[in-house]
């Protein structure tokens, strides 16, 4: 399949901004090459493999890398104007040069690009994300996520995925059932199951994630566990019997790692597939939606519990009454 991939330079200030604003404009994935996500993973992540010529093969500056839609050329025009527009004065940082180059790919090339810069790394205390393409080998207290992300958004490097899994190892007791709404790579649905929940269901508007997923839960010995389904948040699930328990009420933890609109549209009815005292698990939340996310929230009869804030995103773990 092929598609377009913009390709644009800023700083790492900006990186997440820029990737937002390709989101919101249709990108159907984004990735950011970062050279100080290896030099310096702080406490989120453990790099196993760094050599110079890993780094070497970074940009000096940053790139941000979003995936178009061959028949959406107009996505691509908006996305350049609300990045182009961007300036130090508005931000409040740096934003880079801000030059912009396009380029039609095919799956190949997307899967090749992501195995160049994708090594082992852990995320909080005990969850190691595994491309399946390295080796590694786990201490005892170690989990292991063997990850093949494939077209789908979810690899664990960018901050809005790190949150939600240090925040699922807090949220984790065993024998949960667990929804995971937006999918993608399937990596915290999982993730919940390596830490101790019974079953899952992940959920993806695209078939591709939805696939991936699948094919996730497989590799690491979950698929009989672990239900993949596409769909439109959590419209038509209450139709079917082998999910229907998962949005009815049935459900003791939701996992949302997407974007501040769709969070705010999944409220009410994430609230009604939890049972009394379940966890939502919501990230994707770029710093200045943080408060629409929580208004709405709260309005559904959520309290917040737990924060965790990374750079210019907001990941919330709050819990129904």
């Known amino acids: 399949m092929r598609y377009y991939e913009l390709s644009i330079h800023t700083t790492t200030e900006a990186s997440d901004l820029v990737a937002e604003l390709a989101r919101e404009e249709g990108a159907s994935g984004v990735s950011i090459f970062d050279r100080s996500d290896l030099e310096s993973r702080g406490e989120y992540a453990r790099w196993d493999v760094i050599d110079d010529e890993m780094l070497d093969s970074f940009p000096a500056d940053v790139i941000v890398r979003a995936v178009f839609s061959i028949d959406r050329p107009d996505d691509i025009e ?3 104007a609300r990045v182009h527009s961007l300036s130090q004065e508005e931000t409040g940082y740096p934003v880079g040069t801000l030059e912009s180059f ?38 005892a207290d170690e989990l292991v996520l063997e990850l093949d992300p494939g077209m789908a958004f979810g690899t664990g490097t960018h901050e809005t995925t790190s949150m939600c899994l240090e925040l ?24 919940a199951l390596k830490l101790g929940a019974a079953r899952a269901l992940a959920v993806d508007f695209d078939p591709d994630a939805a696939r991936v997923a699948k094919a996730n839960s497989a590799l690491n010995g979950m698929e009989s566990s672990m239900l993949t389904r596409t769909g439109d948040l959590l419209i038509g699930l209450d139709e079917s019997e082998d999910t ?26 994430a609230h009604a597939a939890l049972k009394p005292g379940g966890i939502m698990i919501a990230s994707g939340i770029i710093r200045d939606r943080e408060a629409d996310v929580r208004a709405a929230l709260e309005s559904q009869g959520f309290a917040v519990e737990r924060e965790k804030l990374v750079g210019e995103w907001t990941a919330l773990a709050v819990r129904k009454a």
């Open 78 to 80: 908006r996305a350049k």
């Open 102 to 139: 396009l380029d039609v790919r095919d799956d190949a090339d997307w899967a090749d690009n992501w195995k160049a810069y994708f090594k082992p790394f852990r995320v909080g205390r005990r969850l190691v994300v595994k491309p399946t393409w390295e080796s590694f080998e786990a201490s």
């Open 168 to 191: 699922l190892e807090g949220a984790v007791l065993g024998g949960e059932t667990v929804l995971d709404v937006g999918c993608g790579s399937g990596i915290l649905a999982i993730a």
């Open 244 to 269: 229907r328990e998962y949005v009815c009420g049935g459900c003791d933890l939701l996992l949302a790692n997407i974007l501040a609109d769709i969070i705010i549209r999944l409220a009410p009815s």
